[in-house]
Each structure stands twice: as C-alpha cells, then as structure tokens.
C-alpha cells in the first residue's frame, strides 16, 4: 500500500462545476496535509495546507480532512479551465522534515 | 511572499560534464531545503533534504557522490549533477521550508544531457 493515495485519472468536470480530489494516507501520524497544484511543465505550486479535522475554505478552494479515516480532499467550486492542472496531495509526519506525495489527479475541466 | 527561485531554467549539456543547478529563496531564510527529480509523467522524487550548515540527507538510490549538494547559507542551496549522462535526463525543482513544514518550489531546472 502507498503511503498516500490518489486516483491518476484523468477527471473531467464541466465548467462551472465542483470538482472533487480525494486522497488517502496510511500514516496515521501524519500532521499536516497539503494540496499543490502543477501545470504540466512547470513546478508544483501551494494551493492549501489543512492541519486540523474539518473544512477550510480559501477562495474557491476548499480543503476537507477527516484523520478518522485518514481521508483529505479538496473541492473546487465554479470550476474554470484554467484549473486544468495536476492536483498532488503531500502529506507530513509528525516530527519529519519531508513531505510524501502522492501520484497526483489530472484534472481536466471541459468548457 | 515565499519566492523561491532556480537558475538554470533549462540546461544542456554534454555527457560527461558537470552541472550546478542554483536554488534561492528570495524573501525568506530557509531552514531547509529539497531537491526533487520528476521524470515524464511521473509524480515528484524526493532525492535529499538539506539544511543550512549541515550535510545533506539523500534517500534511498540516489548517489550522493554523483549528486552534490551544498546549503551554504539560508538562503541558497546548489545542487551539482557530477558526470552527467543521458538518464539524468530529468526536471530538478528545489523546495525551501520558511515555517516547520510548509514547502515552496522553486521553477524547476530542465536537464537534458546529450
């Protein structure tokens, strides 16, 4: 088993849409969860961080972690072509330094 | 704030030859710094962790002695490709941590050995 999990897809919404990442961890020391975003040749690119169980909500983007079953996601609502990206989940242990990835989401939004 | 810069942005070079890949944070002091390898639709390789002062921690496969790292100062760290060849063929991005966990990537530095 992965130490973090994530369907490859590719996933298409339609604009307008939420579109809906999930991602799974193993570790249940894991602290800290995080979501970047990366353009297909550029780098990865911070789009939130969630540490506590619950919803945070930034913009558009909004994260959910449920340490129980060791599940985060992040949803993004009005989805728009330009959201078009890979969507990789990074989880932290506790007390690490270094963060695991995992496959990354292609995500594809359909004008 | 949290910008962190790479330089080459694209590199090529011969089979045989050395390259030194510069990463800098630019408006913050970096406690640590790491390097990834990501291959062609593959996801990020961890390749080592490094911080200011210290030697650098490599991770399992990856040859220290092929791939030197030096963290100088807080705000820079470079990683040298010694005697590169084809296979290192590859995408470098460096990252730094301002905050205990939270990383920033840096562009991203195409290799491509001939």
């Known amino acids: 088993q992965k130490e973090v999990e994530q369907n490859s897809g590719p996933l298409s919404v339609p604009e307008g849409a939420i579109a809906s990442l999930n991602c799974t961890y193993s570790?249940?020391?894991?602290?800290?969860f995080f979501w970047y975003r990366q353009y297909s040749g550029k780098s990865p690119e911070l789009i939130m961080f969630?540490?506590?169980?619950g919803d945070k909500e930034d913009g558009r983007f909004t994260a959910q972690l449920n340490k129980a079953s060791q599940y985060v996601s992040l949803l993004i609502r009005d989805s728009q072509p330009s959201d078009s990206a890979t969507y990789l989940c990074?989880?932290?242990?506790?007390?690490?330094?270094?963060?695991?990835f995992g496959q990354g989401t292609r995500l594809t939004i359909n004008p | 704030g949290a910008v962190v810069s790479q330089h080459p942005s694209w590199v090529i070079c011969k089979s045989g030859t050395s390259v030194k890949i510069e990463c800098r944070s630019l408006?913050?002091?970096?406690?640590?710094m790491f390097w990834y390898r990501q291959f062609p639709k593959q996801s990020l390789m961890l390749m080592a962790t490094?911080?200011?002062?210290?030697?650098?921690?490599?991770e399992q496969g990856v040859e220290k002695d092929k791939f030197l790292i030096n963290h100088a100062s807080l705000t820079l760290s470079t990683l040298t490709v010694t005697s590169a060849h084809p296979e290192d063929s590859s995408f470098y991005i460096c990252?730094?941590?301002?905050?205990?966990?939270?990383?920033?990537f840096g562009p991203g530095t195409r290799l491509t050995v001939l």
């Open positions: 490094s911080n200011e002062g210290s030697k650098a921690t490599y």
């Open positions: 990252s730094a941590s301002r905050e205990v966990d939270t990383q920033y």
């Open positions: 969630i540490y506590s169980n």
């Open positions: 408006d913050f002091q970096a406690t640590t």
């Open positions: 990074a989880v932290l242990r506790e007390g690490a330094q270094k963060l695991v």
């Open positions: 570790d249940r020391g894991s602290q800290s």
